[in-house]
């Protein structure tokens, strides 16, 4: 299960001022997109590409495309603060979203909603900002995996050490791309130092 961190001053940046609880929900949004531009450009480095032959203004030259379109699962709600960047790139792209929440008490996620487009065969980026106990992504890696996906990307902004642990153990093959591993999680569950909840602040809730 290999993780993989931006080494970018640009994340850098961005990560600064979505851990600064100063930032209110508008720049919030737009550093969560910069961000996720730079995930998405890491985690779509090795993509299939088919050559063809276009013809410039001078003469036919070899190029390649894009084999085949995306699947972006956003895990709702803020996973969907990642999804327009992963749109503006890859236009194509279908989407399919899984609703979980994480009960207060218990940090368990619960499952309220899910739609897929088809996975056979297609490469997934799954995005969640936060991976905490990792307790939502394994859960929505599982609903993929049932549902035919075998190459599953999981696109997230922080990484705790006891999220990073839990997929490599119960779904090894699934690669992560985070900007930063942080230190680990309090009583609550909560990644520190992180940056608190990301969809309150996504959201202004
Ligand atoms: C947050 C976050 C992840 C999850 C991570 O969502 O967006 O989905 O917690 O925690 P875990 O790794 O311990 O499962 P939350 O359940 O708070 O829902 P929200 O996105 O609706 O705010
Ligand atoms: N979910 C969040 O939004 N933040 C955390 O620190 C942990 C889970």
């Not at 996720?36 to 088919?50: N, Q």
């Not at 972006?72 to 803020?78: K, Q, S, T, W, Y």
């Not at 890859?90 to 739609?115: C, I, M, N």
């Not at 936060?130 to 609903?143: H, Q, R, Y």
């Amino acid at each position: 299960m290999p993780l993989h961190l931006l080494d970018h001053p640009l994340a850098e940046q961005c990560l600064a001022v979505l851990r600064d609880q100063r930032t209110e929900p508008d720049s919030f949004r737009r550093y969560c997109e910069r961000l996720t531009l730079l995930l998405v450009i890491e985690a779509t480095r090795d993509l299939p590409m088919t050559p063809t032959m276009v013809e410039t203004p001078l003469e036919r030259a070899p190029a390649r495309v894009l084999a085949g379109p995306l699947v972006a699962v956003p895990i709702l709600r803020a996973g969907l603060g990642m999804l327009s960047p992963l749109m503006a790139l890859f236009p194509e792209v279908s989407v399919g979203y899984v609703g979980l929440e994480r009960d207060e008490q218990t940090a368990v996620a619960r499952s309220y909603y899910r739609k897929f487009p088809p996975l056979e065969g297609r490469i997934v980026l799954l995005l969640d900002p936060m991976l905490a106990t990792g307790g939502s992504a394994a859960e929505a890696v599982t609903a993929l995996t049932a549902a035919g996906a075998r190459d599953i990307r999981l696109l997230c902004v922080v990484a705790a050490p006891e999220g990073v642990s839990l997929l490599a153990e119960h779904h090894p093959a699934v690669a992560i791309y985070a900007a930063v591993q942080d230190r680990g999680l309090n009583s609550r569950k909560f990644i520190l130092p992180g940056l608190g909840d990301f969809g309150d602040r996504l959201y202004g809730t």
